[in-house]
């Protein structure tokens, strides 16, 4: 019988057909939120962990410490606890309850502070202390590897090689960085398309970085295009996700399906995979669906 743990990846891929414009092109989402921590975090998060005690960097007793945003803290919440660790996490004070709430029912520490950069500062100077291990998802190429172990293979085998776009939200960038490194080692003409909100938006899980607090992880040379999406852009599309073809997830998902939409009315034929990095549930208590 599986632990938790052998549940993480596998994902199923879905295609979205009634939104798509365009009857040559497919579009697929990848459904994150299948996983059990809820999104596509669950990859990075373990492989962190695990790779870290693998190299004898944690050890029984390390106490973890760690900024995120929300999809990350949930994901190393479930997983510390599968390895006996502590862990404190560092979440903007805006974020939803839903994901507060169960860190905390995972036994997480959660500490609210205002805006991820301030909650990336705070952790840093906490680890510096000697006291905490920073798993620093921001910089930490164990995060993106977990795609190139199990997000992109999955995708590549199941379009069949077909794949001709991959189009994710651009948060920690682990995800685009992972899947653009194994898919473009499968065929170099895959498209790697990446979402970033356009300026004064917020979207959940899409991030314009300031330079200083860009992720380290990234590498532009491997997103073949950027697209900005609205923040206005991404919460109707997710809302059309969930009542057009029954796929309840977040914003950024929403925001990610946009981009694969206005890609789908440019191209003669293709194959367009998206991430559908979450569930719906966690943006209850936002005006997201309300």
């Given at each position: 019988?599986?632990?938790?743990?052998?549940?993480?990846?596998?994902?199923?891929?879905?295609?979205?057909?009634?939104?798509?414009?365009?009857?040559?092109?497919?579009?697929?989402?990848?459904?994150?939120?299948?996983?059990?921590?809820?999104?596509?975090?669950?990859?990075?998060?373990?492989?962190?962990?695990?790779?870290?005690?693998?190299?004898?960097?944690?050890?029984?007793?390390?106490?973890?410490?760690?900024?995120?945003?929300?999809?990350?803290?949930?994901?190393?919440?479930?997983?510390?606890?599968?390895?006996?660790?502590?862990?404190?996490?560092?979440?903007?004070?805006?974020?939803?309850?839903?994901?507060?709430?169960?860190?905390?029912?995972?036994?997480?520490?959660?500490?609210?502070?205002?805006?991820?950069?301030?909650?990336?500062?705070?952790?840093?100077?906490?680890?510096?202390?000697?006291?905490?291990?920073?798993?620093?998802?921001?910089?930490?190429?164990?995060?993106?590897?977990?795609?190139?172990?199990?997000?992109?293979?999955?995708?590549?085998?199941?379009?069949?090689?077909?794949?001709?776009?991959?189009?994710?939200?651009?948060?920690?960038?682990?995800?685009?960085?992972?899947?653009?490194?194994?898919?473009?080692?499968?065929?170099?003409?895959?498209?790697?398309?990446?979402?970033?909100?356009?300026?004064?938006?917020?979207?959940?899980?899409?991030?314009?970085?300031?330079?200083?607090?860009?992720?380290?992880?990234?590498?532009?040379?491997?997103?073949?295009?950027?697209?900005?999406?609205?923040?206005e852009d991404a919460t109707q599309m997710a809302r059309q996700m969930a009542k057009v073809e029954g796929v309840f997830a977040g914003m950024s998902s929403g925001g990610a399906l946009s981009a694969a939409i206005k890609l789908a009315q440019e191209l003669e034929e293709g194959v367009?995979?998206?991430?559908?990095?979450?569930?719906?549930?966690?943006?209850?208590?936002?005006?997201?669906?309300?």
């Open positions: 019988m599986a632990g938790l743990i052998d549940l993480i990846g596998n994902t199923p891929m879905v295609e979205i057909k009634k939104l798509n414009p365009n009857p040559k092109v497919q579009i697929f989402a990848k459904l994150e939120g299948n996983n059990p921590g809820g999104s596509v975090k669950d990859r990075a998060s373990l492989n962190m962990i695990r790779s870290a005690i693998e190299r004898g960097d944690i050890k029984p007793g390390t106490k973890l410490i760690e900024a995120t945003s929300g999809n990350t803290g949930i994901a190393l919440a479930m997983i510390a606890r599968l390895f006996d660790l502590e862990i404190e996490l560092v979440m903007p004070s805006n974020s939803t309850r839903e994901r507060t709430l169960t860190m905390e029912a995972f036994g997480a520490k959660v500490t609210l502070l205002e805006g991820i950069e301030l909650c990336r500062d705070y952790a840093e100077e906490k680890a510096a202390t000697g006291e905490y291990f920073l798993l620093n998802q921001f910089a930490n190429p164990d995060n993106y590897m977990a795609h190139v172990k199990t997000t992109g293979p999955e995708i590549w085998k199941d379009t069949e090689g077909k794949i001709t776009h991959f189009v994710s939200a651009m948060g920690t960038t682990g995800t685009i960085m992972g899947c653009s490194r194994y898919l473009k080692g499968q065929n170099a003409n895959v498209q790697i398309v990446g979402c970033q909100p356009v300026e004064g938006s917020s979207i959940p899980g899409i991030r314009r970085w300031p330079e200083e607090y860009l992720p380290k992880i990234f590498d532009a040379t491997r997103v073949d295009r950027v697209m900005d999406i609205s923040q367009i995979v998206f991430i559908c990095c979450d569930r719906g549930d966690r943006y209850l208590s936002s005006e997201l669906f309300g």
